[in-house]
């Protein structure tokens, strides 16, 4: 098996991760799968933010492990869940997670982020 590289966040590739600061709800297909004030923010380079929030805030019933994985120098190696709403509708890897992140993303560990384009994540400050 070939090593895979090991990258630190830099000046040129930073990363910052902070409390968000406000509640987050996750909606997938118009449900509430994950509802949350302990999120954190993770700022990767230029990218979008993203939303990681505890797994304990999200809903364990609607989640389904899948086979996928994929690897990021930075982070390490995530893991992925479907989720299944109420309605009996699967939208397949709509959540990733980092169960052993590398040190400088540590504060990620039990936690878990959805893609965009697959679930609505909004950020209710006030």
């Not at 019933?61 to 869940?81: H, I, Q, V, W």
């Not at 699967?90 to 982020?113: F, R």
Request: aromatic share 8%; net charge negative; charged share 20%.
């Amino acid at each position: 098996m070939t090593s895979r590289p090991v990258l630190e966040p830099t000046a040129e590739h930073p990363i910052t991760i902070n409390p968000t600061g406000a509640r987050v709800v996750v909606r997938v297909n118009g449900e509430v799968v994950a509802d949350t004030r302990a999120a954190l923010q993770l700022q990767e380079s230029t990218y979008p933010a993203v939303q990681y929030i505890p797994l304990d805030d999200v809903v364990q019933d609607r989640l389904a492990r899948t086979d996928t994985s994929t690897y990021c120098p930075y982070k390490g190696e995530a893991g992925y869940y479907s989720v299944t709403t109420a309605a009996g509708e699967t939208v397949d890897d709509a959540i990733w997670t980092y169960e052993q992140p590398y040190p400088a993303v540590a504060a990620i560990a039990g936690h878990v982020a959805f893609y965009p384009d697959k679930a609505d994540v909004s950020i209710e400050r006030g």
